[in-house]
């Protein structure tokens, strides 16, 4: 191991919500992003890896959203789809600072600017 972060598959399903009180594993993300030894987004390191930094969009009967990982200026993080299409990117709220373990919790602002909370399931080698 060099000391490099490691790619990692990270696997994230929609937390408690009045909708799914017990959350739910049909509706989430997963992506994959060069994480540190404490779990946080590298952004160096995603600069060499930006196109294997890919993100699957999966909610529930929707059809699933292919798309890439991106930082944008000052420093955000966002899922950027491959789609044609006026979607916004759905933007990571403060990814640079969370560490993606699992137990975690993250959020997501949606296309529509809808703040979503997610828990980090799985952190995989990829």
């Known amino acids: 191991m060099g000391d490099h972060p490691a790619l990692k598959k990270i696997r994230l399903n ?3 919500t ?17 994480l540190d030894e404490t779990g946080h987004i590298d952004a160096s390191h995603w600069k060499k890896e930006r196109d294997h930094c890919r993100v699957r969009r999966f909610w529930g009967g ?5 798309g890439h990982l991106i930082h944008r200026p000052g420093g955000s993080w966002a ?3 491959d789609i044609d299409g006026e979607d916004d990117d759905e933007a990571g709220y403060r990814f640079g600072a969370h560490a993606f ?11 529509d600017g809808d703040l979503h909370t997610f828990q980090v399931v ?3 080698p990829v």
Request: aromatic letters at 14%; glycine letters at 8%.
């Open 62 to 66: 929707e059809e699933e959203e292919i």
């Open 18 to 34: 009045k909708e799914f009180p017990q959350g739910s594993a049909r509706h989430g993300y997963e992506f994959t992003a060069p």
């Open 122 to 124: 799985t952190v995989q």
């Open 101 to 111: 373990n699992p137990g975690e919790y993250v959020s997501i602002k949606d296309e």
């Open 14 to 16: 929609l937390a408690r």
């Open 79 to 81: 899922f950027h789809y």
